[in-house]
């Protein structure tokens, strides 16, 4: 069982930082541990689903701040130009439907077939996610300059 | 603009990157938030192209492409698929739908423009300067909300423009009037009942011929929400009420791109003239501070040596007043300009009083101005 669970964060390990850099131009490295991203302006947590041969959902945890930042730079706008927090929601949305869809694609390609649920977000503060027993959990934390970034993949038994 | 581009996708973030990408090419580009929209935008504008995601609520791509398929009048679009997942089997599923081609997310706008240009003829947009209308020009608004007391006070506040004001009291009304009659903008009440504003502005993004038309947003200005949802919707603008004439007017002109620099600036006998109005909101100090630069060095350019702030209209000698007149006189020092003030016999004592102001060199009409900078 713990095979499939390094399995899919081998997989997101690889995802994450070539996802930034291709979508957003942006360096973001793995570290061995990070705080859980929050700030005064507060969490967002971007998360999609996969269903199937291997069933789980992949949580993507930023600080708002750094949130707003990533929309800016996808949008190609100014950060001061990014409207309220729909936009934010709806850009780290995508974000996470993209990472999780790469991951997805790769388990498919080794034979775990599974299919994608819609992104869905979270905003509020000190937000965490708590697994259910019969899952297998594991975070992965990035760092790109002084913004953290937090996958949390749960993988079902 | 014939080239007509339909996007369909759940994620506005995807639809603003895929417009941002088709700018630079002569095109118009609809948006659909979900398959079934898609359908109808597509029966109704036959569009050249559809960029269709692959995963959405509602209905999704392949459903999309089945059904648009069945249809005779439009079977024949070339799709272009977009999809976050790039395995094997998806990619096989997609080949066998017919699509044209696909694009695996993240993406870059410059690759979805050239796999764009591969099946249509896309040429770039106008090279020659967009001509901008005037603020003087007559411009058409078309004001929609169920209170008509709210058309009249806005034909008020604009009486003093060239500006033609009508209203339509619903929705439905006022997209056949933008699609009857040329509108270039609408001002739409953000509490109309059922979401009217925004299925209004759904709706103007579906139709070639309004899909560029700004809306404005009126709300009360306690309505933080309906504001932002507004914004986020894409509304240029959010108009509170109760509607003071001086933000309306620069809230559209900004909406519209108006050119108002002829109000501010002019350039003769070898001087630049800066006139500011009688109030300065901070729409007036940004659009002055904005472009004092490039006018400054563009009559220095022409060998003027000459600056002349022109504070007639002026009442009160205000921070803000005072403020872009410092920052103007400052800019203009910089290019070794020489720079007057003109203001009424009553500003004048009134700047006398503040140590800011005690040093501007006044004078009491243009040519006095220009006598005393010769």
Redesign the interface.
């Known amino acids: 069982m713990n095979e499939r669970i390094q399995y899919l964060e081998e997989l997101t390990r690889e995802a994450v930082p070539r ?1 930034f850099r ?3 131009s942006m360096e973001v490295q793995f570290e061995e541990s990070a705080p859980l991203p929050d700030d005064p302006t507060g969490q967002i947590i971007g998360s999609v689903g996969f269903i199937g041969d291997a069933t789980g959902i992949i949580y993507l945890y930023l600080s708002m701040d750094f949130a707003r930042h990533i ?1 800016s730079v ?3 706008i100014a950060e001061s130009e990014v ?5 934010v929601g ?2 780290i ?2 974000l996470s ?2 990472v ?3 991951v ?6 080794a034979g775990q ?1 599974c299919t ?1 649920t ?1 992104p869905s977000v979270v905003r509020g503060r000190n937000l965490k996610v708590e697994a259910a027993s019969n899952i297998q959990r594991k975070v992965i934390a990035f760092r790109n300059s002084h913004h953290h970034l937090l996958a949390e993949l749960l993988l079902k038994n | 603009m014939s080239i007509k581009i339909l996007t369909v996708d ?5 639809r ?2 895929v417009a ?1 990408a088709l700018k630079p090419f002569d095109c118009a580009v609809l948006e659909a938030e979900n398959g079934v929209v898609g359908l109808a935008v597509a029966s109704r504008e036959k569009p050249d192209i559809i960029i269709l995601d692959y ?3 509602v209905m999704d791509g392949f459903e999309f492409l089945a059904r648009l398929r069945s249809d005779p009048t439009l079977k024949a679009t070339p799709v272009i698929m977009l ?8 990619v096989l599923r997609i080949a066998k739908l017919g699509v044209r081609d696909y694009l695996i ?2 993406f ?1 706008g410059e690759l979805l423009a050239e796999r764009v240009g591969r099946i249509i003829s896309l040429n770039p947009a106008s090279s020659s300067p967009e001509k901008h209308k005037r603020f003087d020009d007559p411009i058409s608004i078309l004001v929609v909300d169920d209170k008509p007391a709210i058309a009249g006070q806005i034909k008020t506040a604009l009486a003093d423009t060239a500006w033609k004001v009508t209203s339509a009291d619903q929705p439905g009304q006022a997209l056949d009037r933008c699609i009857e009659n040329a509108v270039d903008i609408v001002v739409a009440s953000l509490s109309l009942p059922n979401d009217g504003a925004y299925l209004l502005f759904q709706n103007l993004r579906g139709f070639a011929k309004t899909a560029t038309v700004p809306l404005l947003g009126l709300s009360v200005r306690t309505a933080a929400a309906e504001q ?2 507004a ?2 919707t894409g509304f240029a603008s959010v108009v509170t009420k109760p509607i003071d004439a001086a933000e309306l007017k620069s809230k559209i002109s900004r909406a519209l791109r108006l050119d108002t620099l002829y109000k501010y600036f002019q350039q003769r006998e070898g001087a630049l003239s800066l006139r500011l109005p009688s109030e300065i909101h901070a729409e007036v100090a940004h659009e002055v501070s904005k472009n004092l630069e490039s006018q400054l060095s563009a009559v220095v350019d022409a060998g003027g040596d000459k600056f002349i702030i022109d504070l007639n209209e002026v009442l009160t000698a205000s921070i803000p007043v005072i403020e872009t007149t410092a920052s103007a006189m400052k800019a203009s020092e910089k290019l070794s300009l020489r720079c007057a003030v003109v203001g009424t016999p009553e500003l004048i004592v009134q700047c006398k009083v503040y140590e800011d102001t005690q040093s501007w060199v006044f004078a009491n009409s243009y040519d006095e101005a220009m006598t005393l900078l010769k």
Do not use: W
Request: net charge negative; with cysteine; aromatic share 0%.
């Open positions: 996802i291709e979508l957003l929309t996808m949008l190609g409207d309220g927090d729909e936009m709806d850009a949305g995508e439907n993209i999780v869809g790469s997805k694609s790769r388990l498919c390609d077939p994608l819609i | 759940d994620s506005k973030t995807i603003l990157i941002r995963t959405m609520p999809t976050a997942e790039a395995g094997r089997d998806t997310k993240p870059k932002a949802r914004q986020q």
